[in-house]
């Protein structure tokens, strides 16, 4: 490209900044006027990402203490031998509690705050892609997580271990409503963080600033895209898990009861194939987070990027095949064992290269010790010493001596405390002051450090040898004389100073923290685009990228971006926007319009969150009011904020840069995020087939299905299948007549398709009940009656979308060009298609071909 | 219940060759991990306060690829290669002499271990609880399963441990080179009482541990004195009968221990109290207090005194 013509690609270095200035009197203010934040009691209506994240982060630092002081009377309790300050029953379920709201309710959601509140603004965009749908998720996370800790108060929390394994938590070992509890009330916070990984995954592909290649995006971007595929196909398994362990509670489907040809192995599986990756899904953005402070602390770029987001990259896919090592002492043959145990040495190599990577930054530049980096420091040591017993673990015949003690318990706490822990209080100290516009006390900051770099190694260091010495993890208490009396001191001991520490924190929070976007500027002299002056509409004009850390690269760009030169700066529509650019090399597409404070998310967060809890004391009538009402907010939600149509023609953002303000189809936004939807429920599909495969290799092929069973004839899953296809060709037709501009056709069209899949599922369910089969009799009953179960969901789901597009083509909300939710619901039927008839096949013919049928 | 050595449940105090190999193992991991953690920790040091020539070095790709890939892959593949090694030889029984391996059957329960003996009586085998009995020097092959939820047999002087899961059978060899009592402990989480699930490991010499298994195929003895009389009868009518079973009786129940040879235990309750006729009266009549949850009810209210000091008595006779 010649000089000459690149001074015309306005997102070229050389060409003149986009917009005039001074900017046209007025823009400012409508801008800020778009995007002001609703104040007093209609503040529970907003939806700004900083706001949400800021109270989001808050809120799961608010469980971290909860959960910690749950462990404090843990260590209370073993503080000496046979204590009996505090009982087993409430013992089991501190521990139980203790493991679940750490790992659930503030490992990840943390991690998803922080998602919520720096992306946009490392991105440049102006907010996330689906602002209502980060805020449902903050709420519904808010309500179902404080629900969740108060049992602990009526004495019904869950006391199963934070992994529940069946039959302990089968009704006949477990009939109270504690089970419930962890798997109704953790179940539906699940959802919560997938809503959040879709809109990081969208916001990552598709809201970055121009010329913010892939190559050029920050560690920690890359690390928050990591972290949420790997949420897309691992949290669907747990769910998965969930659903099935719930069936049986409820209502005696057996697929963990082994009289019935269930095997509790199956929830293992399920379980671990979500809980090992759920470890790199917390550590990998605290990794990020460092890549992203060590350049800053040192004044220096990261060394071997490259390798690093190869590295993060990695470990995503590794950490898919290692679940079985946490299943070691299980009796699984010693070939596979050899190969988990192959696959756990492996992906220590990425995390190696991150900590070289790390090292190899600090040699370049000179250290600052401030109070982030002080964090950074005690993370290397502590995460490095906790990577070390992790290698011991992986080691067979090691594991089978310490599993399930309390090295475990310590192994688990170095490196999810220093690994993730340690990183996000960095990441307090470091980007506080991007939030408040005001440091905290560096003074304050290095005694909690101290407090809490002793305090976890003298709680957790002597773990290492009270499990060796003997001591089982999950025990209320421990005989005396076995050696353990010293170690359990120091670590209670430990677990006040750290906890004083923790309190320190708190201190310099409420001391120093002011919620206020007046912003202290670029404080630390960092590169990357979260350190722009930001208001409620974050930067003031979004910003062509050349590099990865464009705020070194031009001293003035802060000036220029607050200015208005750059890309949109102000608002074309009069709602809330952002700048949508292609996936992989950030070329402005179009300006999206993006949802902006309302209550319907809010209703719809309270009634889900009713919903299910209501669910778990089986009050059905007031779940069924929950759920309406929660329901008829959503509808009004999704009416009212997105797909709004072409609200104006296209309109220039600067540089001679005409964008439209609507897309549909494969461009927009919504599309995307049905499309990460459809991996979600493949994911959980997946599930189902392995539900399946698995209990046909556990009862034999002779016993799948069981003898005395007769299968429907094969006439009945054909129909089935060629009702369901018929519905797709109507589909089809539908996008043809819309085409065309006859809406009325299209929604008759998309009607029909809706009778004759319903009745493809229809008689796919008569012809199996006719043939005798039930889901309590076997587990093949209850995993073709899961199989059935999950294709119905899918068809309710189908409904509401069918009749939904009907409506919006008789209210004139759907033609032609505005079409985004038509094209959003054809993706998801062409998947709910394909599921219809796999799943069939696997009901019919895989019994037929693989099994005694 | 009181112990007087540390070393009974302890990894590295190894009292077999299975779990001598993971010692050893072990140590080589401590020290290599130790080396491996100080390593880091000077190259940290030297990239903050080195000379620049050589922070120039540590600041370069090639380091990262050399300290990030190439060490950890060369000493992993052959730490793997190694302790796949050991993996084989710790869950395979060595082989070694003409006997072959011990067949011992443990079964676990909400908050006890049962455990069998097969192919030790014409009718089965011989049956007790809470305690395994092992002639020193031979292979014994521990054959697990459970009876309700997952427990997991974990006697770290002899071996690592192994899942008891419901519908399936695993298996892990053991062997103790010397004569002694070890402890042993349930290591997944079970319930209410998980903490109070142990059991001891007896390893006597060949011919004591004949002894012992012939004395365990004895019926219980009748008994003519008026006290032991008396504590049978107390047994039977507190319905003792409907969950214990004791071989020479009446009683066949086969919900809780056998108690047979009860009296010869080393514990009672899983590993929680020592074994006389004090603390068998105690839980007898205080179970629910001493372990609460357990499945056994506390028959305080249900016998008198003498009563129950008769039953205590009769069992512990039960050698």
Redesign the interface.
Known sequence: MSPQEDRHDPLSPSAPLPNPAPRPPGELEELERVWVRPKGWRMLSMVNNNWIGTIYIGMSLLIFVLAGSLALLMRAQLIVPNNDLI???LY?QLFTTHGTMMMFLFAVPVVEAFAVYLLPALLGARDLPFPRLGAFAFWAYAVGSLAFFSSIFFGIAPD??WFI?P??TSTR?SPGVNIDMWLLGIGFIEISAIAGAIEIIVGVFRTRAPGMTLARMPVLVWAFLVFAVMIVFAFPAVIWATILLELERAFDWPFYI?DRGG???LWQHLFWFFGHPEVYIIFLPAAGMVSMIIPTMVGKPL??YG?VVV?LVATGFLSFGLWVHHMY???IP?LS??FF??AS??V???T??????W??????GK?RLEVPMLFI?GF??IF??GG??G??VA???????????YFIVAHLHYVLIGGMVFPVFAGIYYWAPNASGKKMSHRLGCWAFWLLFIGINLTFFPMHISG???M????????????LELWNLLSTIGAVVAAAGVAVVLFDLARNFRMGMSGGGNIWGAGTLEWLPQGNYAARSIPRIHSREPLWDDPDLADKVKEGRYFLPGSLTGRRETLVTSPTHAIPQFVAVIGSPGWAHLIAALGTAGFFLSLTFKLVWVAGAFGVVGFIAMLRWVWTGTDVGPLRPPADIGGGLRLPVYASGRDSLGWWAMLTLVLVDSAAFASLIFTHAFLWLVNGPAGWPPPGTSLPGLAWPLGAGLLVLAGAGLIWLSDRVLRQGRRRAMALLVLAALVVHLGGLVVDFGAIWAAGIRPTWHAFGASVFANLFWQGFHGAVLLIMAIYLAARSFAGRLDPVWRASFDNVRLFWSYCVVQALVGLALTHLFPRLAGGA | MNLDSANLQAVLSPAGPYAQSIAELSWVLFVGGTVIFLIVGVFLALASFGGPALRAHLGSRRFILAGGVAFPVVVLSALLVWTLGINRAVSLPLGLGSEPPLRIQMIGYQFWWEVRYPGTMPDGGVVTANEVRIPVGRDVVLEVTSADVIHSVWIPALNGKIDMIPGRWNTRPIRADRPGVLRGQCAEFCGAQHALMAFYVVAETPPAFEAWLNRQRLPAPPTADPVMAMGRAAFGAAGCGGCHKIRGTEWNGQIGPDLTHVGGRLSLAAGVLDNHRGTLAGWIAGAQDIKPGNRMPSFATALDGPELRAMAAWLESLK
Request: charged share 10%; aromatic share 12%.
């Open positions: 009982g087993y029953d089991n199963g271990g394994y039959p302990l070992y082994v095997d509790p192995l060394v071997g390798l590295a002492a299980t009796g010693n064992l050899a145990s192959g040495f492996a220590s190599v990425p190696g290269i991150q900590v070289f990577a090292i190899a930054t600090i040699a370049t250290m420091l290397l040591f490095v010493l070390l017993t290698v011991m080691i067979v015949p090691f594991d089978w001596q310490v599993h399930d003690t060796l010495i003997g089982p993890r999950r025990v209320y208490t421990y005989p005396e004389g076995m050696g």
